[in-house]
């Protein structure tokens, strides 16, 4: 899975260092390649909510993602590759890996099904 952290984010809400167009052939060359599995963008921060559950039981629930960090995640790819060499070349080729933003790679858990 490719958990794309967006960095410095402008106004209109696209990540510096690439545009709508570079999404467009990324997402183009991913399906092209036959890796695919399934993706998807998240909506605006502003509809984010966060819960949380003390060790009593007691939940909180706050308006926003408020975590610790600058960056946000925007969005995921899960492709399927052979190994993690192929995942991290792919990575560097997403856009949300340019201009301060991140691209995690993880694998996705197989619990024996």
């Not at 794309?4 to 402008?10: C, R």
């Not at 106004?11 to 993706?39: L, T, Y």
């Not at 070349?89 to 099904?113: E, I, K, Y």
Request: aromatic share 8%; charged share 20%; glycine share 14%.
């Amino acid at each position: 899975m490719l958990l794309i952290h967006a960095g410095a984010v402008s106004e209109d809400g696209v990540n510096e260092g690439c545009d709508v167009q570079d999404w467009q052939n990324f997402d183009k060359a991913v399906q092209d390649a036959g890796i695919f599995v399934s993706g998807e963008s998240l909506a605006d921060l502003v509809t984010a909510t966060t819960v949380k559950v003390a060790g009593d039981g007691t939940r909180t629930v706050v308006d926003g993602p408020f975590a610790e960090t600058r960056e946000v995640l925007g969005g995921f790819y899960v492709i399927d590759v052979p190994d993690l060499d192929v995942a991290l070349d792919w990575a560097a080729r997403c856009p949300g890996s340019w201009g301060g933003g991140s691209v995690v790679v993880r694998p996705v858990a197989d619990f024996g099904a």
